[in-house]
C-alpha cells in the first residue's frame, strides 16, 4: 500500500524541540520531493519546508528559517523536520507530502502534492 505516516508530533513547551518523521511505504521516496505543510483550522495548508529529489536542494519559508531543519534518510525511506526553538504560533497539524522530483513552484504549494500522510498535532505551549 502506497502512504506516507507521520509520527513525532505532541506537546513542547516554547523554545523546545520536536522531530517530526514522515516514513514512505509502497514505493522508493529518493527520487520524490518531500515537503511538509502545516495547517491552523480553517486555514488553507502552508508550506514550511521541503527537499527535492533531484538534487537535495532545499526550500524553507521564512518563518522557520534558522529553527526548522529538513533531512532524509533513503536507507530508512523517510524524511524528518526537526524543530527547534519552537513557538506558540507553530502550534499546527503537521503534514508530508510528496510530489515526484522536485518541489515545484516556490513557495511549495500544497495543490502540488499529490501523496499526503494523516497528519500530526504539534501544540507549543507552556
Known amino acids: 500500500q502506497v502512504q506516507l505516516v507521520e509520527s513525532g508530533g505532541g506537546l513542547v513547551k516554547p523554545g523546545g524541540s520536536l522531530r517530526l518523521s514522515c516514513a514512505a511505504s509502497?514505493?522508493?521516496?529518493?527520487?520524490?520531493?518531500v515537503a511538509w505543510f502545516l495547517q491552523d483550522p480553517g486555514k488553507e495548508r502552508e508550506g514550511v519546508s521541503c527537499?527535492?529529489?533531484?538534487?537535495?536542494?532545499?526550500y524553507q519559508a521564512d518563518s522557520v528559517k534558522g529553527r526548522f531543519t529538513i533531512s532524509r534518510d533513503n536507507a530508512k525511506n523517510t524524511v524528518y523536520l526537526q524543530m527547534n526553538s519552537l513557538k506558540p504560533e507553530d502550534t499546527a497539524v503537521y503534514y508530508c507530502a510528496t510530489r515526484l522530483r522536485t518541489c515545484g513552484l516556490l513557495p511549495v504549494r500544497h495543490g502540488n502534492f499529490a501523496l499526503w500522510g494523516q497528519g500530526t498535532q504539534v501544540t507549543v505551549s507552556s
Open positions: 527537499i527535492s529529489g533531484t538534487d537535495g536542494s532545499i
Open positions: 509502497g514505493f522508493i521516496l529518493d527520487e520524490y520531493a
